[in-house]
């Protein structure tokens, strides 16, 4: 059972609140929890070494993971990610294996999942938002 008010952000989600989008302040402001995967940190650190300003935004992630609570995989995200991964091979509708880890993240603290990628609507049982 997914607990209301408690969210799962993706990389699009974090992007967007670096930019400042008003929907996701608004939404947050309401959120009881947050929660980041750190896969999404990764995702952030990689975006970042790409940037042209690489220095300012390893600063910002910095910053943001220390004032977030950042959730490392572990066994029960690994069980999570292999059924995950079976259902979608079955469904012949395969995610990037990131995305994968993310929603068995979500999965394993029955979280709702925060994306603006439609392809999580592929895995069963996940319960997803769009901001």
Known sequence: M???GKYILDTNIVIALFAGEQSVLDHLK???EIYIPSVVIGEMYYGAHKSSQTSNNLQRIATF???NIVLACDAVTAFHYGNIKEQLRQKGKPIPE???WIAAIAKQFDSILVSR????????????ESW
């Open 65 to 67: 993971v220390a004032s």
């Open 30 to 32: 309401d959120a009881a």
């Open 98 to 100: 990131n995305d994968i």
């Open 2 to 4: 997914v607990v209301s």
């Open 117 to 128: 990628d439609e392809h999580f609507s592929f895995v069963e049982d996940l319960t997803i």
